[in-house]
């Protein structure tokens, strides 16, 4: 059975595109994700806050005015899982 947890990552709302994007990128500031993503702040706040919670990306405040984020290591195994299950529905 798959978990809350899991369910809550795939299905909000662009999580998926946000932690695509830091891997894509190394990492990024909030700003530069912000230009890169089509939707409204909270969202992106609400899934960068999702994705430090469950340690698919870090949060590192290089200056109060500079914080970047970058994907780690788990969240490039998760992102690699979720493209291999949508590699099985596509079949």
Avoid: H, W
Avoid at 19 to 47: C, F, H
Avoid at 48 to 60: F, H, N, P, V
Avoid at 65 to 84: C, K
């Amino acid at each position: 059975m798959v978990s809350e947890d899991v369910r809550e990552l795939i299905g909000r709302k662009r999580t998926m595109e946000v932690l695509e994007l830091l891997i894509s990128r190394g990492g990024m500031n909030y700003s530069e994700i912000e230009g890169q993503v089509n939707s409204s702040s909270d969202t992106i706040s609400e899934a960068l806050k999702l994705l430090c919670q469950y340690e698919l990306a870090e949060r590192t405040e290089e200056s109060p005015r500079n914080v970047r984020y970058r994907p780690t290591e788990t969240g490039r195994e998760f992102a690699q899982a979720v493209e291999s299950i949508e590699d099985i529905l596509r079949d």
